[in-house]
């Protein structure tokens, strides 16, 4: 099956940062076969599908790499409470079902392809259902089952979590859309033999491992308490940078830690969520410092509770004017910069650059098609500062993932929004009820 996008204001996101201002791409399968200047002639089988770009934008998708898929129930829950964590978080999370997180999963995909992101990396709770949503989706996946050293809402102890996770990868590892991760809730909230586990079966089975690190400071003031070290070094000590890890967050990184996960030689990258960063007060990540020693960088959303979007847009251009303010450099991150974080960077956190992240040759067929009739997109003179600072999730006119379009015109192309709302509104109830004791407790 081929499908030939014509007159595209193509943005391949390359190593070059390649564009064709009047392009075209040839989807075949799964994968990108040919791409370059109108007037060159692909070659076409019979039967193929056409799809008139008309001097809108293509790019790679967005590759969300830290969030929390099964919490929408959470959005606009307790924002400005001060320990919003303890008070509803880990509560209401004890009520969580299997059907509600993939209820709830199913939703957040939507708006991720809707908003032009193709792929997904996810840590929360009943990640098996969270699988089987990825492939009734087809949202490419990064998926780890959360240990964390409690009683939680599927399994009973960390012990259980771990022995779960390692099923969990044998299960999907050699799913096309879905790869298994290994997710460590924190530094903080996991004992040493539990994290010990987590990297013999992360080097065992070749499994990427997600985790909160360097997020909160009661985290560093526990690590300092026990151990006498910065969450870094813990981590160093018991192996992780030796991994292919993932660190969600990393706000409060002193230099002599950037310098040792510099030294990672590329296997550590960081997930920049500066939404849910900033919403909470927690501080701007030392995103340039990490950049310039040479750690990957991609962004992320954190969960539709911590920053309340799962749009990629709004993440774009608050790095922009969080990170130049912190700076104080308004030429500190020019937009190209931050679409390739968007795009490619998290690709190379996840260890998928040769398959997805830039539009070229052989890559998969993962990305997304911005219009620009809308009264925001004109007139464009830098198409990169048009996405960072002018475009948004209602601009995103088609998605593809792994080659197949899931977004066209603005809608869903398989699935019915109102029905996966009121799938997530029936699976509710308890939880609301769950709520409401909660609210009525004194504070």
């Not at 903080?188 to 909160?216: C, F, Y």
């Not at 308490?225 to 002193?254: D, R, V, W």
């Amino acid at each position: 099956m081929q499908t030939l996008i014509k007159n595209a204001y193509i943005l391949t996101m390359d190593d070059e940062f390649s564009v064709y201002e009047k392009g075209y791409l040839l989807i075949e399968n799964d994968q990108i076969k040919q791409l370059g200047h109108m007037g060159e002639e692909p070659i076409l089988k019979e039967g193929y599908q056409e799809v008139d770009a008309n001097n809108s934008i293509l790019l790679p998708g967005f590759i969300n790499l830290h969030t929390h898929l099964g919490m929408i129930p959470f959005r606009s829950l307790g924002d400005d409470i001060p320990d919003r964590l303890r008070r509803f978080l880990f509560p209401l999370e004890k009520v969580m079902t299997k059907d509600l997180v993939s209820t709830s999963s199913e939703y957040a995909m939507a708006e991720l392809m809707l908003s032009g992101t193709t792929t997904v990396s996810d840590m929360y709770y009943f990640e098996d259902a969270v699988a089987m949503s990825c492939e009734k989706m087809k949202m490419r996946g990064f998926l780890g089952q959360t240990i964390i050293d409690m009683p939680t809402c599927d399994y009973l102890t960390a012990e259980e979590a771990v022995e779960g996770s390692r099923l969990f990868i044998e299960k999907w590892q050699n799913s096309d859309l879905v790869t298994p991760m290994i997710a460590p809730h924190a530094t903080n909230t996991n004992s040493v033999d539990i994290l010990k586990k987590i990297v013999m079966i992360s080097s065992e089975m070749n499994s990427p491992i997600m985790m909160h690190v360097s997020e909160m400071d009661y985290e560093l003031a526990k690590l300092q308490k026990l151990y006498k070290q910065t969450p870094i070094e813990f981590l160093e000590e018991l192996g992780f940078l030796n991994c292919h890890l993932i660190m969600a967050h990393g706000i409060l990184l002193s230099d002599e830690e950037i310098e040792l996960l510099s030294e990672s030689k590329g296997k550590v990258s960081v997930a920049h969520c500066i939404g849910a960063n900033t919403k909470s007060a927690k501080g701007v990540a030392p995103i340039k410092q990490l950049i310039d020693k040479g750690v990957t960088v991609g962004l992320g959303t954190d969960g539709p509770s911590s920053g309340n979007t799962l749009d990629m847009f709004t993440q774009m251009k608050m790095m922009a004017n969080f990170q130049k303010t912190h700076l104080k450099d308004r030429s500190a991150f020019p937009a190209k910069e931050i679409v390739a974080l968007a795009t490619k960077g998290g690709a190379k956190a996840l260890g998928m650059n040769h398959k997805i992240g830039s539009l070229e040759v052989g890559k998969k067929a993962d990305m997304m098609l911005i219009e620009t009739n809308s009264v925001n997109m004109f007139p464009i003179f830098d198409p990169y500062s048009v996405l960072v600072y002018s475009a948004n999730a209602s601009n995103v006119e088609s998605t593809w993932i792994n080659g197949e379009r899931v977004v066209e015109k603005k809608q869903l192309v398989e699935q019915d929004l109102s029905v996966l709302r009121s799938n997530l509104n029936n699976q509710m109830d308890e939880f609301r009820e769950e709520v409401e004791r909660i609210q009525r407790r004194p504070y």
